[in-house]
């Protein structure tokens, strides 16, 4: 169940080798801005390399994770928001070239507008986290603006030749074993299932999936399979047994253990607290 309203911006700095402990969803847009160091972006199903001086657009319900890589400092700011923070974008572009030109998109800041846009960032934080009687519509104002400035003059990282580019897919046998079990998730596949598929040594292949992602091939499939199960719980009236099932788990004990681990519920209290009560 989508939230009513958000607007959250938050600055944090991350060691190297810091990652989140698993990929995740929510119903809001994110903005993801990489302001020092590099990290490793794992998005919907691929693996993306991205170096200081990038953001990523994130629609709601996809799922993403980061892991940092350098052997330095990182930082991040990140902007969580609801549609009506962009509802003027929307209504001016139309919401298909909207989700043409930004979701799921990287950008590259050119150095003659990193002030601008880091100007912007500082003002929405300031709005958020010293806010008077005009706060909400500033952030609304100031957010819009960075957007636009973003649309305006920033590269799209993504269609840069590969050698200029500050984002990359990583490792294209990676990104091959991701589809595999994002199209295979719900039958019993197995590690060695993938690896055979590949033409790769299962062992080789694991230690190659870890490095390259930052997730062990269990954490992954299980995580696939959690996010469709949440979709499920909340979209249709399905049982419990059910999803199990159609998810590729051969029993309700493993589903629920597994779903308590990533979600912190049960798939009925999941279920209960999004909305979803059948």
């Known amino acids: 169940m989508a939230v009513s309203s958000r607007f959250e911006i938050s600055i944090q700095t991350h060691p190297a080798g810091y990652a989140m402990r698993s990929a995740h969803t929510h119903s809001y847009f994110e903005l993801y801005c990489l302001m020092q160091g590099e990290c490793s972006f794992f998005l919907r199903d691929n693996v993306y390399h991205m170096t200081a001086g990038t953001m990523v657009f994130i629609p709601s319900d996809t799922l993403h994770r980061t892991t940092y890589l350098r052997e330095e400092i990182n930082e991040r700011i990140d902007i969580e928001f609801t549609g009506d923070y962009v509802s003027d974008i929307v209504q ?13 998109n990287f950008f590259t800041v050119p150095p003659e507008y990193r002030e ?32 636009l400035l973003v649309l305006r003059h920033c590269n799209n990282a ?17 990104q091959q074993a991701m589809n595999y079990i994002c199209q295979y998730y719900s039958s019993p596949i197995t590690l060695n299932d993938v690896a055979a ?17 930052g997730f062990s ?6 995580t696939v399979r959690i996010n469709h199960a949440e979709q499920l719980l909340l979209e249709t009236q399905k049982s419990i047994t059910e999803i199990a099932f159609e998810c590729g788990y051969g029993s309700n004990n493993y589903f629920g253990d597994a779903f308590k681990r990533l979600n912190g519920l049960s798939p009925t209290d999941f279920r209960k607290s999004k909305g979803n009560i059948h």
């Open 217 to 222: 091939f269990k954490e992954y499939l299980n």
């Open 116 to 147: 601008p846009v880091c100007r912007l960032l500082r003002l929405l934080y300031q709005e958020k986290h010293a806010p008077d009687t005009y706060s909400s519509c500033m952030l609304r104002l100031y957010f819009q603006q960075l957007l």
């Open 158 to 174: 993504l269609e840069l030749p590969a050698a200029a580019s500050t984002v990359s897919v990583m490792d294209v046998s990676i």
């Open 197 to 213: 598929h590949l033409h790769l040594n299962a062992s080789y292949f694991s230690k190659k999936f870890k490095s390259v992602n």
């Open 92 to 104: 001016t572009l139309g919401q298909a070239k909207f989700d043409r030109l930004l979701c799921v």
